[in-house]
């Protein structure tokens, strides 16, 4: 592991706004190339976005937002959901399932399949949820460029770049049963 991967996880875990991120961004995916051949069971888990280069609000960091992604590659479906942090994330979020396909050893093909609010998990009940079909006209893809058991820096189709810390604490049935 290499001093800029760790200062890069540093920065993602203490500072995700700073100004440098970009720039070690670019330096860990030099050194640190993914390859999913190799490492495909690292891709699956939660994974919290730290930074992005993207600004729509939505694909960004923010103190008070919990923007997680949940990937379970073996069994080729995943999910995003953004809600507040704290014990109000407990009340529901927006939620995107998708199914996913890995490509080649880097890129892995995103079809967004359901999308709307999911709520608390309620005893006798389960979780509330009211989820309507998503038409995607063409399939998304993200390509990683870096994937360890902590750190995972992808791009996707439409040019972002995206860092992310895997959320050990939390598991992929928790989102996606």
């Known amino acids: 592991m290499s001093n800029n991967r760790d200062e890069l996880v540093k920065l ?40 992005s280069s993207s600004t729509q609000p939505w694909l960004r960091q923010a103190p008070w937002l919990e923007n997680l992604q ?3 590659p073996l069994r080729k479906r ?8 704290g014990s109000l994330g407990a009340m529901g979020g927006v939620f995107v399932q998708a199914d996913l396909d890995v490509i080649n050893s880097t890129k892995v ?3 967004f399949r359901k999308g709307g ?18 038409r995607q006209s063409f399939p998304a893809w993200l390509d990683m ?11 996707g189709n439409a040019g ?4 992310l810390l895997k959320q050990s604490a939390r598991s992929v049935g928790e989102f996606l049963g």
């Open 109 to 111: 093909e995103v079809c």
């Open 160 to 163: 972002t770049t995206f860092a």
């Open 117 to 134: 609010w999911i709520g608390p998990r309620l005893t006798g009940i389960g979780q509330m949820k009211l989820l309507r079909d998503v």
């Open 78 to 85: 995943g999910g995003n959901i953004l809600r507040l942090r």
């Open 12 to 51: 993602l875990q203490d500072a995700p706004d700073s100004p440098g991120i970009g720039k070690l961004v670019s330096k860990v995916e030099e050194n640190h190339p993914a390859d999913l051949t190799r490492d495909l069971d690292l891709l699956h888990g939660v994974w919290d976005l730290r930074w």
């Open 145 to 155: 460029t870096v994937l360890d058991a902590q750190l995972r820096i992808c791009r």
């Open 70 to 72: 949940i990937l379970d």
